[in-house]
């Protein structure tokens, strides 16, 4: 499976602030995705990013709030927006197998801790 | 709206005994069911999978039950290791409205196997 790295891999932020997440993969791929994951809560998906279109957010999550980009098959950064302690998160890309599976590979994630 | 629930937000086993997670789902359009494996300050680790054409698959000390008319799955370790305390998410997948494929999280269930 692709090897697949987030910077940062943690920060703590001051409310009002932005932060850019980014996720690079060592083999090109279609299709990228990012995830949140809140305290004591599961996976929520906030959008898929192909490259050279828009992304696509899930319901609950808007563009202005979370902008991502997805410059070529190998990169893609989630910025979290305007930041309130209720961002603080885990916030996780990932990767589809390809083929005839729908297994998806995660990143390590990036611990954002919002004051 | 739930769709995936891990009812059992805990499990403990002893080492060499049988660990039984489980998973219900609600969406009769899922059709592909993975079981990932996260430790602390990592990235979800993809561990098994199963279609819903089957109803069991099995690798190595790991097998998932699938009950497609229960709606119901489980992921069966045997035996259990104290290096297989993680949180253990179920996740099910299906190919959405805007063609894209998503996976649906579970809200994680904590295994702590002690020696």
């Known amino acids: 499976s692709a090897v697949i790295s987030q910077k940062p891999s943690r920060d703590i932020c001051q409310r009002g602030t932005s932060l850019t997440i980014q996720c690079q993969v060592d083999s090109q791929v279609t299709m990228m995705f990012w995830y949140r994951q809140q305290p004591g809560q599961s996976l929520t998906l906030i959008a898929t990013?192909?490259?050279?279109?828009?992304?696509?957010?899930e319901s609950g999550f808007v563009i202005d709030k979370f902008p991502i980009s997805r410059p070529n098959l190998t990169f893609s950064t989630l910025t979290v927006s305007n930041m309130s302690p209720e961002d603080s998160s885990i916030y996780l890309c990932?990767?589809?197998?390809?083929?005839?599976?729908?297994?998806?590979?995660f990143g390590p994630g990036t611990r954002l801790t919002v004051l | 709206d739930q769709q995936v629930k891990q009812n059992s937000p805990s499990l403990s086993v002893q080492e060499g005994r049988i660990s039984i997670l489980n998973c219900d789902y609600t969406n009769s359009m899922f059709d592909y069911f993975l079981w990932y494996k996260k430790y602390p300050a990592e990235g979800p680790t993809f561990l098994i999978s199963i279609s819903s054409i089957k109803d069991k698959n099995e690798d190595g000390r790991f097998t998932v039950f699938l009950n497609k008319s229960a709606k119901h799955l489980s992921l069966h370790i045997v035996p259990s290791q104290p290096g297989d305390s993680a949180v253990y998410f179920c996740?099910?997948?299906?190919?959405?409205?805007?063609?894209?494929?998503?996976?649906?999280f579970g809200t994680g269930t904590r295994l702590l196997v002690s020696p």
């Open positions: 990013a192909n490259q050279g279109s828009e992304a696509t957010y």
């Open positions: 990932s990767l589809n197998s390809g083929g005839a599976t729908d297994t998806q590979y």
């Open positions: 996740a099910a997948s299906a190919i959405m409205n805007t063609g894209f494929q998503k996976l649906v």
